[in-house]
């Protein structure tokens, strides 16, 4: 069985040179963070650090399985609320705010990255208007 590519991952250590880059070739399989999981441990040959092939991500440090995370991800992106959330994919209240909080902070960031340089041309502001100007109006 051949080795999995770690050319997608990148060194999470902010003082090494190579951090943030992926595919740089200096990541090397470190032991196992979790073997019953699947969850290798990296190593950075450029600054000697080791990490968890979650790091960076939503569920880095945490024990929630990658299969509770797809089942609670689409609902919140939907829209639905943080009880119905729960119940509908199995786990707790709790569980749920936690992986919200730490999925909302790591799309800010990616959308933060992604979204650059975008020159607004048009605004509508009429939503704005039906939300927050029709309030004080008088029937």
Request: charge should be positive.
């Amino acid at each position: 069985m051949s080795e999995p590519d770690w050319s997608g991952f990148a060194c999470p250590n902010s003082d090494c040179p190579t951090y943030g880059h992926k595919g740089r070739g200096n990541l090397r399989p470190h032991g196992w963070s979790s073997k019953e999981r699947g969850l290798r441990c990296l190593r950075c040959t450029t600054c000697g650090k080791h990490f968890s092939q979650r790091a960076g991500t939503p569920l880095y440090r945490t024990h929630l399985p990658e299969g509770k995370a797809l089942a609670i991800a689409p609902h919140l992106a939907e829209g639905n609320g943080m009880r119905p959330t729960s119940r509908l994919a199995g786990v707790s209240l709790n569980t749920v705010l936690r992986f919200a909080r730490r999925a909302g902070g790591h799309a800010q960031e990616f959308h933060d990255q992604m979204v650059q340089h975008v020159e607004v041309n048009q605004v509508q502001g009429d939503e704005a208007w039906a939300c927050g100007g029709k309030k004080g109006q008088a029937l």
